[in-house]
């Protein structure tokens, strides 16, 4: 069998039977891809082998790739390799004794910095035209420009996947109780809560303003053509927020969650409370967030001052 013609199948029993997202899936085809162009065209599943995965690592160096790619791209096609053994189009693993180059240290994301936050929160609460309490007690001014503001203040105050944001039903936010359910990786269902009064009045007017333009779909937030927002268009949107609030850098969804994350740990919340409400399954992906600022280290060890606690003794 040609391995396009296996990797075809391989995608439809990714999307039949794995909750990923289809971000991860473009990733997994194209390390396939990656394979293919170096075995030649035509490449059959017969032409994979221990060597020629080697030869695969090889190249992906050669094309000065960093450490953390190759090992994405060969994790891709590892996964690849084992459907193919289980399906029995493969007589064994070729991965079993390849070693995978390990490389540097997991990346950290990066944070937002305090300042930038508050230089993007009044960015965006100008652009919807929402200053105060009074303004979120009438009809919405500026509703396209208020969907940036609640998208960013919700991944900011519950650290949500930009993923997890767009696909929020609107009904399955409760105002009273000051919580929403949505639906995060591998299908597991969480409760995340709205932090405080005008979080909660904000998304009120944004409900209420929803039911006067009448969108045809069930997500809470929706584009200019009452479409449902898709997570890229939520990205291009805090692209633009951040340059028209006059940061110097690029903002992304997962930046604000990590921020929010970190956040939270450097106030003294259990980190077992932030791995339920970032849904991770394993609390050992929380722990990526336990870093702590430079500003907050320096800010708990000035507050101890052991030192001088002993050389005040006599």
């Avoid at 960015?123 to 929402?130: C, G, K, N, T, Y």
Wanted: hydrophobic letters at 40%; aromatic letters at 6%.
């Amino acid at each position: 069998m040609r391995i396009d013609d296996a990797r075809k199948q391989y995608v439809r029993w990714l999307l039949a039977t794995r909750d990923l997202s289809p971000h991860t899936v473009r990733a997994y085809v194209h390390d396939i891809a990656a394979l293919e162009r170096q075995l030649g065209e035509a490449a059959t599943l017969a032409q994979i082998d221990r060597e020629s995965l080697f030869r695969f690592l090889e190249d992906a160096r050669h094309e000065g790739l960093s450490p953390r790619t190759i090992r994405r791209r060969a994790s891709g096609v590892r996964g690849f390799c084992r459907w193919l053994v289980s399906n029995n189009l493969l007589g064994s693993d070729p991965w079993i004794g390849t070693p995978i180059p390990s490389g540097r240290a997991r990346a950290l994301p990066r944070t937002v910095a305090t300042h930038h936050l508050h230089q993007l929160f009044k960015h965006l609460r100008d652009s919807a035209a929402i200053h105060g309490r009074r303004d979120l007690l009438r009809p919405l001014e500026r509703p396209h420009e208020t969907t940036t503001l609640l998208g960013v203040a919700l991944i900011v105050a519950t650290g949500v996947r930009v993923n997890e944001l767009v696909s929020i039903e609107y009904q399955a936010i409760d105002l009273l109780e000051g919580s929403l359910r949505l639906t995060g990786k591998g299908r597991r269902e969480r409760q995340v809560f709205l932090a405080n009064a005008w979080l909660t009045d904000l998304t009120r007017a944004y409900l209420e303003t929803r039911v006067t333009l009448e969108p045809k779909h069930s997500r809470l937030l929706f584009d200019r053509r009452l479409g449902p927002l898709s997570p890229a268009a939520m990205r291009s949107r805090l692209v633009k927020a951040a340059e028209g609030a006059g940061i110097g850098c690029r903002v992304t969804p997962h930046m604000l969650r990590h921020t929010a994350a970190t956040q939270l740990i450097e106030a003294g919340v259990d980190i077992r409370y932030i791995q339920r409400l970032l849904g991770h399954a394993s609390l050992s992906t929380t722990e990526l967030y336990t870093h702590v600022s430079d500003r907050a280290l320096r800010r708990v060890v000035s507050d101890a001052d052991v030192l001088q606690h002993l050389v005040r003794r006599r």
